[in-house]
């Protein structure tokens, strides 16, 4: 398909009439833009410019636009915010819905202010588009355990899910309280989960865990591995390539993302570190987060 936009050449992108893009609230994993969150980005935009294009995707199922944005809709809402005429745009042609809604998911979830009510809505998205729990975390780049825990939030009651959304619950105690079937017992747990929290007390209720050995060496199951990984950045503070190898064992992140883990640990403790060739070549080029 051609268009007759304007090339922006710094960019490689073209300049794309505002009038032209759709801006879709129920697509976008964030939902609308509200054109107050967006007045420090269309600062910055108005000072330095904008540093990285949106993406669009051809769409004919809106009346009066041509496109639909794939990524960058705060970016889209500052220069609405500016009442620019034009947008620099990338224009992705040949994308599914699902691949489109995935492009989408994994932008926002990168900007990590994403609670996890808001990140278990966008996976239910898939999963009602048909997709498996294991579908829908290859298509996200997710561990099946991360969409498990959250495909199983939103069957609790409304308030537990308001207080994992505030951050009263660890995704462990999360995975934990999915296996007990009453919804009574579970708010009664939460509720003494939150005032133990209040008291500012570390040893929190039991969630009625049969508690293993310690002394004994075993296979783990993914709560296991999510409390040990929790359990140490509580302690700490920080994550640490204890807890990455954790989480890459629980199937939570990819083999490119532990390397490029090692690779920053090992150098800002001065040890020589390479990744296995086989996939080297793939760490320099992992992008980087963008914004939504």
Avoid: C
């Amino acid at each position: 398909m051609q268009y007759d936009y304007h090339r922006n050449e710094s960019m490689a992108a073209l300049d794309i009439p505002l009038g032209d893009v759709y801006s879709d609230a129920v697509f976008n994993t964030r939902g609308a833009i509200r054109m107050p969150d967006v007045v420090d980005l269309a600062r910055d935009i108005n000072t330095h410019g904008l540093l990285q294009p949106i993406t669009v995707q051809p769409y004919d199922k809106e009346p009066g636009y041509k496109l639909r944005i794939v990524l960058g809709h705060r970016r889209f809402a500052a220069f609405q915010f500016l009442q620019r005429e034009t947008i620099p745009a990338i224009i992705r042609e040949g994308l599914s819905e699902i691949e489109a809604l995935a492009l989408n998911f994994i932008e926002n979830v990168h900007r990590k202010d994403l609670n996890i009510l808001e990140e278990a809505y966008g996976v239910q998205r898939f999963l009602a588009s048909g997709e498996t729990v294991e579908t829908t975390a290859k298509l996200i780049n997710k561990g099946r355990n991360w969409v498990h825990i959250r495909k199983e939030l939103l069957k609790m009651p409304a308030p537990i899910q308001e207080d994992a959304a505030a951050g009263w619950l660890t995704q462990s105690q999360i995975l934990d309280l999915s296996e007990i079937g009453d919804y009574k017992e579970q708010l009664e747990i939460v509720r003494a989960i939150k005032e133990a929290k209040g008291r500012g007390e570390k040893r929190l209720p039991d969630i009625g865990k049969k508690k293993s050995n310690p002394t004994i060496r075993k296979k783990r199951n993914p709560s296991e591995i999510l409390d040990m990984i929790e359990h140490i950045i509580d302690e700490t503070g920080v994550a640490s390539p204890f807890t990455r190898s954790l989480a890459w064992a629980n199937g939570e992140i990819n083999d490119v993302e532990l390397y490029r883990e090692m690779i920053d640990y090992f150098k800002s403790v001065d040890v020589p570190y390479s990744p296995p060739l086989d996939v080297s070549h793939l760490i320099p080029l992992t992008p980087s987060p963008g914004a939504a």
